[in-house]
């Protein structure tokens, strides 16, 4: 690992309590974010909202409600790639949005005003977990959880 001298003196440990705070609540975000998919999906079965075409989106929905989990799973679980692959799929859904919105404006203000602010706040929440799983600390906590399964790794065997 490479030391810089010109950084300010630390306590040892210090960056990886830090960044475990950073994953818990980015974590939680997700859960947060998995939970407002659940209600979304429940809803438009039971047809508590309003079907419109740019909200009758179930199936995609569904297949986002697992992979978050899975890579939430992960992340808890201190798996560097799940970070990565959220980060870019989060990247991806954000310029599918946005291209969705400058093409079709009118259809996405034709939604129901409960799935917009659900759009909002799942935009909000996946922003900030990404934001918090990029700090100086939960990188570090990153690179230790994966050097503590790597030492499993070669312990076991």
């Known amino acids: 690992m490479d030391i810089n001298p010109y950084a300010p003196p630390r306590r040892e440990g210090e960056p990886v309590r830090d960044g475990r705070r950073s994953v818990k609540t980015a974590v939680r975000c997700l859960v947060c974010s998995i939970g407002?998919?659940?209600?979304?999906?429940?809803?438009?079965?039971?047809?508590?909202?309003?079907?419109?075409?740019a909200s009758n989106g179930t199936g995609?929905?569904?297949?986002?409600?697992f992979v978050l989990s899975l890579l939430t799973l992960k992340?808890?679980?201190?798996?560097?790639?799940a970070r990565w692959v959220f980060a870019v799929g989060s990247g991806f859904g954000t310029l599918v949005f946005v291209f969705f919105l400058l093409s079709a404006p009118q259809q996405v203000w034709a939604m129901p005003a409960l799935?917009?602010?659900?759009?909002?706040?799942?935009?909000?929440?996946?922003?900030?977990?990404?934001?918090?799983?990029?700090t100086r600390g939960a990188s570090q906590w990153f690179k230790t959880a994966a050097d503590s399964v790597t030492n499993r790794t070669v312990g076991a065997g």
């Open 75 to 81: 992340i808890a679980g201190g798996r560097n790639w």
């Open 115 to 134: 799935l917009l602010g659900v759009m909002v706040l799942q935009f909000a929440l996946q922003g900030v977990a990404i934001a918090l799983l990029f």
């Open 60 to 65: 995609s929905n569904v297949v986002t409600f």
């Open 36 to 53: 407002l998919i659940g209600v979304t999906i429940v809803s438009s079965w039971l047809n508590l909202l309003p079907a419109t075409g």
